[in-house]
């Protein structure tokens, strides 16, 4: 017996759909969320949610890439200031 109902199981499945960047996947599971009772409403948040936590680490290493070239950053998320002036070989840069 799972502990997450149908709906629950369906929301975590297009996270995952979406963070995997699986098309088929995402429209099996959106049919497959409306069937268990999800309104698109509900679908539809959760796409946002899991869109905006997926951004996190792609920002970053957007963020590494620059900081890399000793570009400056658009919108630093970790630092408030330009931290790659100078080449670092720190896992943390920016």
């Known amino acids: ?7 629950e199981r369906e929301l975590v499945a297009i996270g995952a759909a979406l963070a995997s960047n ?3 996947c995402i429209e099996h ?15 539809e948040e959760a796409i946002q949610y ?18 890399l070239l ?3 950053v658009d919108e630093p998320k970790a630092a408030p200031a330009a931290c790659c002036a100078e080449p670092s070989n ?3 840069c920016c």
Do not use: W, Y
Request: charged share 30%; hydrophobic share 35%.
């Open 1 to 7: 017996m799972s502990a997450l109902n149908p709906r």
């Open 22 to 24: 699986c098309v088929p």
């Open 29 to 43: 599971h959106i049919q497959a969320a409306r069937k268990a009772g999800l309104a698109d409403t509900e679908i």
């Open 50 to 67: 899991a869109d905006k936590i997926k951004r996190v680490p792609a920002d970053k290493v957007r963020e590494t890439a620059f900081c």
């Open 70 to 72: 000793g570009k400056p």
């Open 90 to 92: 720190t896992k943390n």
